[in-house]
Structures are given as structure tokens and as C-alpha cells.
């Protein structure tokens, strides 16, 4: 399906890739908007580009009037024979965001991937961070396996404040049951499924940055040791349990 076509696209917005230049180098200010990058940690234009030419893709959410407000953008990759999609970047410009914007670009980029015989796609986030936890996990039907502790890195943006860049990589099996529930708004994962375990992290964790950065930092090690643990056991990271006060990960010991 073409992106540009994609029923699911918010009102008020048409999703469909970025072909000019000017609009491929308009992701560079969403990454300064959204994250806050020093400009040493942004994407560059080129990569954009070059992107586009080797078979990448870069996505766009633009307005009625042709603002460009969001993108997601991907490089193809491979494990061993298999090809698959690797997701380098998701943003929503501020005062877009909360209105699907983010999942209509992800689905956006399944339609791209299925066109093309792809139905895997790959990217990291956060384990701290609740809401992308949540989109991703739940929203979408994503599982993880890996925990990658400072992946990047030092990074300089206004959300790792500091902390080392822990990643968790996040496996979109395209056509798996559970993303087809996901996708219609159903269950990723059995409710009534008793979990193998549990992992908490805080359902804000910028307050936590902010206020106590050192107790910050003790509970993304007590988090990153609770991963990597679950997952030398052979746990699955299928549900996300997300409230006011708290949120935790579920993780079973098969996927079906």
C-alpha cells in the first residue's frame, strides 16, 4: 500500500514519504525540537538521502498546509539471509503529539515493509521511558529479547540527562498473531496470563531525572540487572502494564 494513501492517517494529517531535499532536512529540526540533540548526535541530511537511495525509507507526517510535523525513518539490514527494516527514528513535533500520529507513521511503515517483502522491523528505545514502552509493547504488538546497556553511548539530549544510553531492542514480527490483535485493538498479550516476571520502572521518569538524578540512576541499574537476568533466562518481554503511579513489564517464557 502506498504510504501516501494509508487509510489509518489521522484527520488533519497525510502521511507519505519525504522526497525533496528540503524535506528530508526538515527531520534534522524535528530531532532538535523533539530531543534536544547537541548537533554532533543529529542525523545529518546526507543519511537521509542516502536512505532513500538504498532502499531505506523516510516517512512524513505533513499537515493540510504541507508541515512537515513528523517522521520515521528506516535502513535496510539483515540477519544472516533475512532481510528486514531497521527503524532509526520516530518524532512528533510538540503540540502534535497524543493524536496517533506516532502509530499511524508506524503503521505507515509496515504497509511500506509488506509491499516490499519485509516483515520485520527493528528499533531501540528507552526501557525507562513508560510511554514509548507502551506504544510499542502494547499498541503495536512488539516483543524484546535484548537489552543493550549504553548502546550509544554518552548521548546529549534533553531526555538521557546524563544516564547511560540503555537500550531495549524492540522485534515488530510483521504478520505475528500478536501484532494482528494489536492492530485491532486487541489484547497483544492473554490477560489472563499469568507472567514468568515482572520489571517496574517509573510511569514518569523525567520527574525522577529532575528531582533525585543520582536515585535515577540506581533504578535504571536495578533495571538494567533485572533485563539482563529475565532475558539469560530465555523470558520474553510480551506486555506492559502502564498506571499513574507505576508501570512494569511483562515477560513470559515462550511467544506465541
Not at 509493547?137 to 540527562?161: H, M, T, W
Request: net charge positive; glycine share 6%; charged share 25%.
Amino acid at each position: 500500500m502506498d504510504p501516501s494513501q494509508n487509510p489509518r492517517s489521522p484527520v488533519g494529517y497525510l502521511l507519505r514519504p519525504c522526497r525533496k531535499r528540503s524535506e528530508l532536512a526538515a527531520c534534522q529540526e524535528i530531532q532538535r525540537r523533539i530531543w534536544g540533540y547537541a548537533e554532533h548526535e543529529l542525523y545529518p541530511l546526507r543519511l537521509f538521502v542516502n536512505l532513500v537511495r538504498v532502499s531505506g525509507h523516510v516517512l512524513g507526517a505533513f499537515t493540510v498546509a504541507d508541515e512537515l510535523v513528523g517522521f520515521v525513518a528506516a535502513m535496510p539490514a539483515w540477519h544472516g539471509k533475512q532481510r528486514y527494516f531497521h527503524s532509526l527514528a520516530l518524532g512528533v513535533m510538540p503540540g502534535h503529539e497524543n493524536r496517533g500520529l506516532g502509530r499511524a507513521l508506524k503503521l505507515a511503515q509496515r504497509d511500506l515493509a509488506l509491499s516490499e517483502g519485509v516483515d520485520c522491523i527493528e528499533w531501540t528505545f528507552d526501557p525507562l521511558r513508560a510511554k514509548n514502552a507502551n506504544l510499542n509493547i502494547n499498541r503495536l504488538g512488539a516483543i524484546v529479547k535484548r537489552y543493550e546497556p549504553d548502546c550509544y553511548g554518552q548521548v546529549e539530549s534533553c531526555f538521557q540527562q546524563g544516564l547511560p544510553s540503555d537500550r531495549l531492542v524492540a522485534e515488530w514480527q510483521l504478520c505475528s498473531p500478536r501484532v494482528t490483535r494489536a492492530l485491532a485493538s486487541q489484547p497483544a498479550r492473554d490477560p489472563g496470563r499469568k507472567a514468568a516476571g515482572e520489571i517496574e520502572i517509573p510511569a514518569a521518569i523525567d520527574d525522577w531525572i529532575k528531582q533525585d538524578p543520582e536515585n535515577a540512576r540506581k533504578v535504571q541499574t536495578r533495571v538494567r540487572e533485572e533485563f539482563q537476568r529475565c532475558f539469560a533466562q530465555d523470558l520474553t518481554v510480551t506486555g506492559f502494564v502502564l498506571n499513574t503511579k507505576s508501570a512494569y513489564y511483562l515477560l513470559d517464557s515462550h511467544e506465541n
